[in-house]
Every structure is written in structure tokens, then in C-alpha cells.
């Protein structure tokens, strides 16, 4: 089982929809979640930290649920510039900083 | 603030050549990161250096890859010999000490193996 697992996609939603993706983790002694962003040919960039409260930054919104070991991402309003991989990213214990999922793909059409 | 630089940005070898990869990271980060980013993946972590020590490798290749920070500033990322599996981009990131959960990235190598 990989450690951080995320359904690859792509979506393609419209300009202006609501759009969540999900992503699990198998580690239950992982610390620290976080979001980064990668463009097409591009460096991965964080994107924003996930709490257990749940955070919120403009039209995205992260969360997070420790028992069922579950993060989530959802982006409202979606805009062109949103169409990018969102990589889901867990802290653990031990040496290795960050493990990265595979991505999702998000398309945004006109 | 000038980010992470990488060299060279696209390389193309013929397999059982040698290659090596160049990085120089945030003035004054302390840690740096070589990932490997196979197509349709995740970055996945190589090396990962605290000034000129290693922190964790134990996902690094040896038989093949070798990496060094001698002077605890730029990196080198070598590979001999290469498969056609290394065909991959290789990122480097860097982070404060302390902060190693906000990496930011160079723009990577494209490295393709023929």
C-alpha cells in the first residue's frame, strides 16, 4: 500500500464549479499535512498547511480527519489558473521530511 | 531573494553513461533535498542533507547514485551508470533548519536515458 494515496484524475470541471479531492495516508504517526502545487512542467510549491480544525486560504479550503486518516482539498469558484496537479504531502516521524502522493489533475475549461 | 538553481535543465545520455546534476540552494537553508520525479508521480525523496551531513538516504540507489554537499552550501547529484529507469526530473529543494515541512524547489533536471 503506498504510503499517501491520491485518485490520479484528471477532473475537468467548468470555470466557476466547486471541486474536492481527497487523499488518504497509511502512516497513523504522520505529524504534519500539506497541499503543494505543481504546473505543468513546473516545481512542486506549497500550496497551504492542512490542521485538524481545518484551515481556509481565499477559495481553498483544507481538512483534515485524524481517525480515518483522511485529507481533504476543496477549491470553489474554480478559475483557469487553478488547472494544475495537487500533490497531498504528510510529515511523519523519523528522518524523511515529506512523503508526496502521486496527484490529482485538475483541468479548468472555459 | 533568489530561489534554488539547478544545472543543467535538460539532459539526454545513452544508458551506462555518466551524469551528474548541479544545485545550489536559499542562501542561509540549511537542508537540501535531492527528490526524483518519475512522469505521472510524486516526487520521491534521494538524499537529504543538513549542512554537509546526510540526514536520510536510505532511498537513495548507491550502487549507482552518489550525492555530496562538501562545503554544506551547493550539492552534486551523480549518476553512474545510468539505467533507462533513471529517465526521470530530478528536483532539488531547500528549507530553513527546523522548518523542513516548507521546501521550495528548483526547476529540475529533465534527465532522459536512450
Known amino acids: 500500500r503506498k504510503e499517501v494515496e491520491q485518485d490520479p484524475g484528471p477532473f475537468n470541471v467548468p470555470e466557476g464549479a466547486t471541486v474536492a479531492f481527497n487523499c488518504t495516508y497509511s502512516n497513523s504517526a504522520s505529524q504534519s499535512f500539506f497541499w503543494y502545487r505543481q504546473d505543468c512542467r513546473k516545481e512542486p510549491k506549497l500550496l497551504m498547511s492542512v490542521y485538524s480544525s481545518g484551515n481556509e486560504d481565499g477559495r481553498f479550503t483544507a481538512q483534515l480527519n485524524r481517525a480515518s486518516q483522511y485529507i481533504s482539498l476543496l477549491i470553489r469558484d474554480s478559475k483557469l489558473s487553478d488547472s494544475a496537479t495537487y500533490l497531498c504531502v504528510v510529515s511523519g516521524t523519523g528522518r524523511r521530511a515529506l512523503t508526496f502522493g502521486s496527484g490529482t489533475r485538475l483541468q479548468v475549461q472555459p | 531573494e533568489a530561489g534554488v538553481a539547478q544545472s543543467p535543465r535538460y539532459k539526454i545520455i545513452e544508458k551506462r553513461q555518466s551524469v551528474a546534476f548541479w544545485c545550489n540552494p536559499i542562501?542561509?537553508?540549511?537542508?537540501l533535498y535531492w527528490y526524483q520525479q518519475i512522469l505521472g508521480q510524486g516526487p520521491k525523496l534521494l538524499i537529504q542533507f543538513q549542512n554537509n551531513g546526510v540526514v536520510d538516504d536510505s532511498q537513495l540507489p548507491k550502487d549507482r547514485f552518489s550525492a555530496e554537499r562538501l562545503k554544506g552550501v551547493d550539492s552534486t547529484l551523480k549518476i553512474q551508470p545510468a539505467k533507462l529507469e533513471d529517465s526521470a526530473v530530478y528536483l532539488c529543494?531547500?528549507?530553513?533548519?527546523?522548518?523542513?515541512?516548507?521546501?521550495?524547489f528548483g526547476p529540475g533536471t529533465r534527465l532522459t536515458v536512450l
Open positions: 542562501s542561509g537553508h540549511a537542508t
Open positions: 529543494a531547500s528549507s530553513r533548519s527546523g522548518v523542513e515541512n516548507e521546501q521550495f
